[in-house]
């Protein structure tokens, strides 16, 4: 166990590592950049521009640039905001919340509704209930999240004027009921793709297991079909159901970049775009070693919390 | 044996509708099973043994496209015609069954002991510490050493011979009266098989239940049964006690199937390979005209025994057979 858990650590720094070269690379390669960004729209004079490249050591070459900001982040130090001099580990930090906020509300429903749609599914398999869910999740997984969410800040905003229609609160409000008010829509509209593929992959697992031998032996022990479900098939169905929470994950903190855009929800994945539009190269840095990280913490959770409850595995 | 039959099957129908037809499964199969006795079934695969089974067991699909007529008669009760919350209480209680793959027909998530313990609590008035007892007793019953630290293991710490061991023990939980054994040791290794044997044996001598064995095995057949029940192509052909089944069989298949064991005392003597039955089980979707088994049969009578089908019908007190010919085939 001690063995695993040390070799999947060691595996994921030097994933941590090419990860962060790929992506220091491939953004300092991107065309413009911050100096040209300082350029535009201010009357800076080119000695101006030189001083700030040598502050911001931009005219250095490429894998000194990479070294240098290696060692600091080793130190603890992930820079600056090029934007306003944030410290990034507090820009994301400050970030964070909001996305925690609405990632955990719509996984949370995802996984509870998509859970019993798919578990009833595979039990009334070719139902009518079936053929709903199985078209629904088929629409709501082809249908791009931007317009679901357009179309629901189209109903329930502007036609029923039920809810806002974006920001995380209401500036001078903030009350609990003001949060929910503005939750709703965003964790709706991204529920509503997690849900289909939470059912789908829920779907599939309990077909599998309740044709498996141990459920007739179960059945043909006297056990009430309803416990069969619950008691005998219902855990061996969950078991892949926790690599799939793994995976999601890093969704989960890594934000909804197009949901958190739609409905201007002031989270990771708003950051991320701003920032990459921006060229804030720490910001941007700091972030993609944070949800790389998270990714693999998220399947090393999973494979941990797969042993715990599959008595089948022993890591090794 | 004396009383009125545990078990009393008559005119037992499986049919399955396919997209390529309908599929008679068992056709008209009446068998009746005393107390205490065990029957084998024998027969090829194919012929209809399992789906018997789990016919009376009511634990094929519950859909429209699985149709089982007849009546079998537990104790007076037809489990075919009760509702389901009266059959779900005789499952497991008063009838049980052991199936043929101990790998996989235990919940991989969940202790042994608790499996067993749940049988029991099902269908006896006993808490969950009381259960946990019987569970450790039950698979001290049927020879798992160290019972009772073995309570915790998941099935994947057994072996095949213990995990059906196990089985036994939950299909025993209640004292059935009749219990059901699909080929419990054909997945197992041959010295694994016999302490099943043994074990089914003695239990059986222990509880005084009736036991339905079905096997394809002849070896073991002659080790266990009481009578023999031979099936073919869904249908009784013969039916027998033990020991005129073996030395004098009445129908040509059963005749060819005991022919087909290799024999020890025979081994270096015998001229030629071991015979065999030519052919396949038919498909049953297109069965054969006449007996089914003709195609097969070495005695068979173009005109005849591709055009009439043969009944069932008493050769003696004991027996009957479905043959046009057994008379003429047996002087």
Same mark, same amino acid.
């Given at each position: 166990m001690s063995g695993f858990l040390a070799r999947r650590l060691g595996?994921?720094?030097?994933?941590?590592?090419?990860?962060?070269?790929v992506g220091f690379a491939i953004l300092h390669l991107a065309p413009g950049g911050p100096m040209s960004q300082f350029a535009s729209g201010s009357d800076m004079t080119q000695e101006d521009l030189d001083r700030i490249a040598?502050?911001?050591?931009?005219?250095?070459?490429?894998?000194?640039?990479y070294a240098e900001w290696f060692w600091r982040m080793l130190q603890g130090d992930w820079g600056r905001s090029y934007r306003d001099g944030e410290a990034v580990l507090n820009v994301i930090g400050s970030h964070l919340g909001a996305t925690l906020q609405l990632m955990l509300t719509a996984t949370l429903l995802a996984i509870i509704i998509g859970v019993v749609i798919g578990t009833l599914g595979a039990i009334?398999?070719?139902?009518?209930?079936?053929?709903?869910?199985?078209?629904?999740?088929?629409?709501?997984? =082809?249908i791009p999240t931007f317009w679901f969410g357009l179309v629901a800040i189209y109903v329930f905003s502007v036609w029923l004027d039920w809810l806002p229609s974006g920001n995380r609160f209401t500036p001078g409000d903030g009350s609990p009921l003001d949060l929910l008010r503005h939750l709703i829509l965003p964790a709706m509209v991204l529920a509503l793709v997690e849900t289909a593929i939470w059912s789908r992959f829920m779907r599939s697992s309990m077909l599998d297991v309740v044709n498996q031998d141990y459920i007739r032996t179960a059945r043909a022990k006297g056990v009430p079909e309803a416990r069969i479900l619950l008691r005998h098939a219902f855990r061996n169905a969950a078991l892949p159901m926790i690599t799939v929470l793994g995976l999601q994950?890093?969704?989960?903190?890594?934000?909804?970049?197009?949901?958190?855009?739609?409905f201007t929800w002031p989270g990771m994945g708003r950051?991320?775009?701003? =920032?990459?539009?921006?060229?804030?190269?720490?910001?941007?840095?700091?972030?993609?070693?944070? =949800?790389?990280?998270?990714v693999l913490l998220g399947s090393l959770l999973a494979d941990l919390l797969h042993a715990v409850a599959d008595p089948r595995i022993r890591l090794g | 044996m004396s009383g009125a039959p545990i078990l009393d099957v008559r005119n037992l129908s499986v049919r399955f509708r396919t997209e390529g037809g309908d599929v008679p499964a068992v056709s008209d199969l009446s068998f009746t099973l005393d107390r205490g006795e065990t029957?084998?079934?024998?027969? #090829?695969?194919?012929?209809?043994?399992?789906?018997?089974?789990?016919?009376?067991?009511?634990?094929?699909p519950k859909d429209s496209a699985v149709t089982v007529t007849g009546q079998a008669l537990l104790e007076g009760r037809d489990l075919l015609a009760i509702p389901e919350p009266e059959m779900r209480k005789l499952r497991g209680g008063a009838i049980s069954m052991v199936f043929q793959e101990p790998m996989t027909s235990l919940n991989p998530t969940t202790p042994v002991g608790a499996q067993v313990a749940e049988a029991v609590q099902l269908h006896r008035d006993l808490d969950r510490r009381a259960a946990r007892e019987e569970a450790a007793r039950l698979l001290d019953l049927v020879g798992i050493?160290?019972?009772?630290?073995?309570m915790d293991d998941y099935p994947h710490h057994l072996s095949g011979g213990m995990r059906q061991r196990v089985m036994i023990a939950m299909a025993l939980s209640c004292d059935p009266g009749v219990l059901i054994a699909d080929e419990p040791t054909t997945a197992l290794d041959v010295t694994i098989q016999a302490q099943i044997l043994d074990l089914l044996k003695r239990l059986q001598e222990r509880t005084g239940m009736a036991v339905v064995f079905i096997t394809h095995n002849l070896g073991v057949v002659a080790e266990i049964a009481d009578r023999v029940l031979v099936m073919y192509g869904g249908r009784a052909v #013969?039916?027998?006690?033990?020991?005129?089944?073996?030395?004098?069989?009445?129908?040509?298949?059963?005749a060819g199937l005991l022919r087909s064991v290799p024999r020890m005392e025979l081994a270096g003597r015998r001229a030629g390979p071991l015979p065999a039955i030519p052919g396949n089980v038919p498909d049953p979707r297109h069965m054969p005209p006449g007996c089914v088994f003709h195609p097969r049969c070495a005695h068979h009578q173009p005109g005849r025994c591709d055009a009439a089908a043969p009944v069932l019908e008493a050769a003696d007190e004991a027996r009957e057979v479905r043959c046009l010919r057994w008379r003429e085939l047996a002087a």
């Open positions: 595996q994921s720094l030097v994933l941590l590592v090419l990860v962060s070269m040598e502050q911001l050591g931009l005219n250095r070459p490429l894998p000194v640039q009334r398999r070719h139902s009518i209930f079936d053929t709903l869910a199985t078209v629904g999740a088929m629409i709501a997984l =082809s994950l890093p969704t989960l903190l890594g934000g909804a970049l197009v949901t958190e855009t739609v950051l991320f775009l701003d =920032s990459i539009s921006y060229r804030d190269y720490p910001v941007v840095m700091g972030i993609l070693m944070f =949800s790389a990280t998270l | 029957l084998a079934v024998v027969g #090829e695969s194919g012929s209809g043994k399992s789906v018997t089974s789990l016919a009376l067991m009511r634990l094929l050493p160290a019972a009772r630290q073995r #013969e039916q027998a006690p033990l020991r005129p089944l073996f030395s004098r069989p009445l129908m040509p298949y059963t």
